[in-house]
């Protein structure tokens, strides 16, 4: 009776600790005019962490759970699957929808959970004096736009003097994002801009390229994602529009955006944040989660544009724990420690080789004041033979003149609009 | 047993026309009023609050609104999501120009430009009907999204075109705002739903109710009789159209905080609130409450038992849920066209006659 109760209390410090774990949420959408883009995402993201919990039983020690929840790209979705996993420990919130994460600014801020919108959201949130629950590094729009502008002056000898370039973009918060940016740079180097918005869900453009075939820009940028993409693209070939000439943003640069297009799409080109191509740690993603059976979704997209910037991104979170768990010295961490881990992640080149993802993205450090990073991005083009990618230009910078002061204006105009306190961040 | 009207002595008029005639009810409404008012705010978490209760209650305002149009009145609308557009509107534009103004007044405000804009769309209803109709609101839908999204002016000029509750308080307790507590929140549209479901009942059971519902029957008999239809399909527009404003109004400033016009209030939008409408029941205030906590509870039913339960994949689960949403529609329209409405006065008419029917 004595050894059974021994044994039954062993079995129950055994498994105290075994229960504590650290949550990640992943509100994904598998669903819906958007799920092209979500599902590989996903894939990359699920996938890294279940690679983690496999090959090294978690991080520090500590099993890694996933909570999924369907979001459909649908804001009050998005709110749904916030409260309703919230409770649960969740240490860092990516919803991949720049409409959820105007929602949880607000939410995630009040309730003191960290909110990381990699290359997408809320712009000035890299002001982190202002923005103390929410990142963005590595790169956000305004730094995609100037991107692609350094790309096209490196292209036209250092001057877009007279040239004529058009915006194509997803008519929400997430299209109308980079056209600050864009307009004051049309000031500074004489271009001229005109906007084309495409509303949701983007199935419909005729307007809008029957307009770009009347004017001819020169240049046409998208901001465009889910089927909005394959439609341009389509589109633009049916008019015949050079497409050496169509630059898309990160989100408008996949696989299945120029494939339906066929051969027409030849050259086609965008931005993107991450390498293109195969790494180590999918062969280990292959090994240790795919035989296994414990693929996320379909397992067919190890490799793609998006599935690599999902790994990527979950990558990112895994070291921003890692980093929190050193800092603080205990495994199991909070919400607000993982933040503190968040602000003091540094990715260097040898970290991401370790990782088995050299190069993968840019080498940067968070700090307090800055949550942005470097915000640099590269080109791609797409070959329509091979379908697929080929890198054009290594990391390009923005312009960080243009770039700052404009996050500045946008984080002090919401700092005073919801009386927030500014951190000090001197210290 | 319990629930009969023997014994229950009715001596003046007022008594003979109210709205509960059985006593069981009459005890049963009170006893529902005070635990949602008494019990319910001590219990809920952020939860049940944010993800059932709180989008409960504002959609049971927008459905009782166009159940007076479509369900009462007989006027089918499709604009719904649009009108909701208008209050929410209506809402930022007021909070940031007078900052001052309390949320029960903006909110009221709200709903009365909506009334005004839903008057203007409904113009085109004394000409034509039915499915021409149905397409004129339609039309209103689609302009009123390109509207907020074209014009600055309605989004304050903001970089993102999204428009954003700043935070309010009434009585010292922030109302809106991400600061909000949730039984704040939940009190707020409670009191709205109770007003408003008090006046739509009266409304519908006086004589300008009478008026619509001749008006839905047949209007040319109802003309002949002399109820004036200009009169009767304006007023069923604008008070339809200002508790869809107040729906719209609340969805923003209380629920959501931060909105995008065509996503927050598109097509979709319209087609969730007939949909709430068909399945609850047609002309009853009670079907627009049962539609909506219905199409509210099903989602997150649907994901505790599928995700949650059986472990299945969350895109199976929200595909299925558009298949037995779509399913339900076409099971009601064709075996029970007046919905959970009339399921629920079945169940009470057996009631009456139990245990010796007849």
Known sequence: MKRLATMALAGVMAAGPAMAELVIPDLHYRTGPYAAGGIPFSDGYQDYFNLLNARDGGIGGEEIRIIGCETAYNTERGVECYESTKGEGSLVYQPLSTGITYQLIPRTTADEIPLHTMGYGRTSASNGEVFEWVFNYPANYWDGASVIINYLLDQNDGSLEGKDIALLYHNSAYGREPIRTLEILSEQHGFELSTLPVDHPGQEQGNQWLQIRRQQPDFVIMWGWGVMNQVAVQEAANIRYPMDQFIGNWWAGAEHDAIPAGAASDGYLSLNMNVLGDLPVFDEIRAHVHENGMAAGEGNNVGTVLYTRGMYAAMLAAEAIRTAQEIHGVSEITPSMMRDGMEALEITEERMEELGMPGVGPAFEVTCANHGGPGMGRIQQWNAADQEWVTLTDFIAPDDSVIQPLVEEDSMAFAEENDIELRDCSM | ?358
């Open chain 2, 1 to 358: 047993m319990f629930y009969r009207e023997a014994g229950d002595f009715k001596t003046s008029y007022a008594e003979d026309n109210q709205t509960f005639p059985i006593k069981f009810d009459r005890y049963r409404y009170y006893v529902v009023l005070a635990v949602a008012v008494l019990i319910v705010p001590f219990v809920i978490n952020d939860y049940w609050a944010n993800s059932l209760l709180i989008p409960f209650l504002i959609y049971a305002i927008a459905a009782i609104g166009l159940n007076i149009l479509v369900g009462y009145c007989g006027q089918v609308s499709l604009g719904t999501g649009g009108f909701m557009a208008v209050g929410a509107y209506s809402t930022y534009k007021l909070m940031t120009a007078f900052p001052w103004m309390d949320m029960v007044s903006v909110t009221l405000l709200s709903g009365l430009i909506t009334a005004l804009v839903g008057v203007l769309f409904g113009l085109p209803s004394l000409r034509i009907k039915g499915f021409y109709l149905a397409v004129a609101t339609l039309a209103a839908q689609f302009f009123l999204v390109w509207l907020f999204n074209r014009v600055p002016w309605f989004y304050n000029y903001s970089a993102s075109g999204q428009i954003n509750a700043p935070e309010r308080t009434m009585f010292g307790m922030a109302v809106t705002g991400p600061n909000a507590e949730v039984w704040v929140k939940y009190l707020f549209c409670l009191f709205f739903v109770v007003l408003l479901a008090w006046l739509a009942r009266n409304l519908t059971r006086g004589s300008i109710g009478r008026q619509w519902m001749a008006i839905r029957d047949m209007d040319i008999a109802a003309e002949i009789i002399g109820v004036n239809p200009l009169r009767a399909k304006l007023t069923a527009f604008a008070i339809s159209s200002f508790f869809v404003g107040v729906a719209g109004a609340l969805l923003f400033s209380v629920y959501l905080g931060a909105v995008e016009v065509g996503e927050a209030y598109g097509i979709n939008k319209s087609f969730l609130v007939l949909f709430m409408i068909i399945i609850g029941g047609l002309g009853s205030i009670f079907g627009a409450f049962a539609g909506a906590a219905f199409m509210m509870l099903l989602p997150v039913f649907l994901k505790i038992v599928g995700v949650d339960m059986m472990g299945w994949p969350a895109d199976i689960v929200a595909h299925f849920q558009l298949v037995i949403v779509g399913a339900l529609i076409i099971f009601f329209l064709v075996v029970e066209p007046h919905g959970l409405a009339q399921l629920w006065r079945l169940a009470k008419e057996k009631l009456r006659l139990w245990p010796f029917p007849y």
